[in-house]
């Protein structure tokens, strides 16, 4: 049983995959190739040609609607069937490769990961209204590779208590967590240290399964944050932030107060970080009385794992 959390994930942005681009990646412990047909739409499949194991993610190339492979040719369709098997009297039944479903909006391309082979994908990818907007800046994006479980992210986001000694941030926050489904919604009220003294501050954000959170910072200035955070395999996750910011003035870059929050936001990731790589994972914890909220989305993730792993709502770890 696979220790990833079913959900949709960010695998690239779109101004990563250009017109007929073809993208070699590693995510949930498998090799995958992500491309863009002639229609413009972006698609993923594992890499490995079914014919002798060539990784069309390197010197595989779009042709119309389908990604030929480097090797010997064989040509297959965005679904993964083959369509061309070139030296063969017909095309083997089997010659296919695992498609995944891709979806792209906002100026992200997301993958959903199932419990099981087959599965669909039974709850909708998020969209953020202030993508494109005109008094919005375009993302501003931090990237990091950690060497963690997601599981452990996603309690960090919820755990109030952490803040002030990790982070050095003006008292605990007051944190609300309610679950709908598949999403969290965390509720904050703080104070944040500014130039001018301390002032009232909101941090709302609403987790889309365990890979995708959408965290509203208000009070300073309202600053969106995209957090992703893919599995790359156990042991590793790939998290980007993307951030906007309001911009009534057109600015299509964060800059003054906005780039001073997004700079203590990245900061503030480089101290999780720390903790992160070098803790461990306690699946029956001795909770504190602050520790409500990570209890809340424990119980709220059990949902998206195997049925082993919920019953105990332990994360695997190798």
């Not at 590693?26 to 002639?38: E, N």
């Not at 909708?124 to 990091?144: C, K, L, S, Y």
């Not at 941030?169 to 104070?191: D, F, I, K």
């Amino acid at each position: 049983m696979s220790s990833f959390p079913s959900g949709w994930y960010q695998i690239a942005s779109s101004r990563e995959l250009g017109a007929g681009a073809v993208r070699p990646l590693r995510y949930f412990g498998r090799d995958l190739v992500l491309f863009r047909t002639a229609d413009g739409v972006a698609h993923a499949l594992d890499a490995h040609c079914a014919h002798l194991g060539a990784h069309l993610g390197h010197g595989g190339r779009v042709e119309g609607e389908c990604i030929r492979c480097p090797f010997h040719g064989w040509l297959y369709g965005a679904g993964g069937e083959c369509r061309e098997a070139p030296g063969t009297a017909r095309v083997p039944p089997r010659a296919t490769m695992r498609p995944w479903r891709v979806q792209e909006s906002d100026g992200l391309i997301l993958m959903f990961y199932p419990r099981d082979a087959g599965e669909a994908a039974d709850f909708p990818a998020p969209r953020v209204a202030e993508v494109g907007a005109p008094d919005w800046t375009d993302f501003e994006e931090h990237r990091f590779t950690i060497r963690t479980h997601i599981q452990e992210i996603a309690e960090n986001i919820v755990d109030p208590a952490h803040f002030s000694y990790v982070h050095g941030t003006v008292g605990t926050p007051e944190t609300t967590v309610e679950t709908r489904g598949p999403v969290l919604m965390s509720r904050s009220a703080t104070r944040m240290r500014t130039p001018r003294g301390e002032i009232d501050a909101r941090i709302d954000a609403d987790a889309h399964g365990l890979g995708l959170w959408l965290i509203r910072f208000s009070g300073i200035v309202e600053t969106v944050l995209i957090n992703a955070n893919t599995p790359i395999d156990d042991e590793t996750v790939d998290t980007r932030l993307s951030f906007l910011v309001r911009s009534p003035d057109g600015a299509r870059t964060p800059r003054g107060v906005g780039q001073a929050l997004i700079a203590d936001v990245v900061r503030q990731v480089g101290e999780d970080i720390v903790i992160w790589e070098h803790k461990v994972y306690r699946s029956d914890p001795v909770f504190g009385a602050l520790d409500r909220s990570i209890v809340t989305l424990r119980r709220w993730a059990q949902q998206f794992y195997g049925e082993s792993t919920a019953a105990t709502g332990s994360v695997p770890r190798t």
